[in-house]
């Protein structure tokens, strides 16, 4: 099964940038980003196909660019004009070849206001 390594959270001022990256230990389909804040539950942020077309959170459309290299089974989350609501873990959800979907571990990401 393939395995998936986050990395990249962090504190950061609002209006900062955060990159986070999520790197498979095989190859991967569709993936996302899910953000999860205590007391709710994990919602999508943005996701992409293996082919690279990507979706978005109305909440981060403009903000949030995610991208991947499939070369290095790799998907990556671009955050720019943080906000104080866009805090909380981070993890990432991929698809494999037999399309079982596999969570990482997550990564926090705080924005201070």
């Known amino acids: 099964q393939v395995q998936l390594v986050e990395s990249g959270g962090g504190l950061v001022q609002a209006g900062g940038s955060l990159s986070l990256s999520c790197r498979a230990s095989?190859?991967?389909?569709?993936t996302g980003w899910h953000r999860q804040v205590p007391g709710k539950q994990r919602e999508l942020v943005a996701g992409?196909?293996?082919?690279?077309?990507?979706n978005y959170a109305d909440s981060v459309k403009g903000r949030f660019t995610i991208s991947r290299d499939n070369a290095k089974n790799t998907v990556y989350l671009q955050m720019n004009s943080l906000k104080a609501e866009d805090t909380g873990v981070y993890y990432c959800l991929a698809y494999d070849r037999a399309g079982r979907g596999v969570w990482g571990q997550g990564t926090q990401v705080t924005v201070s206001s």
């Open positions: 095989g190859t991967i389909f569709s």
């Open positions: 992409i196909s293996i082919g690279g077309q990507p």
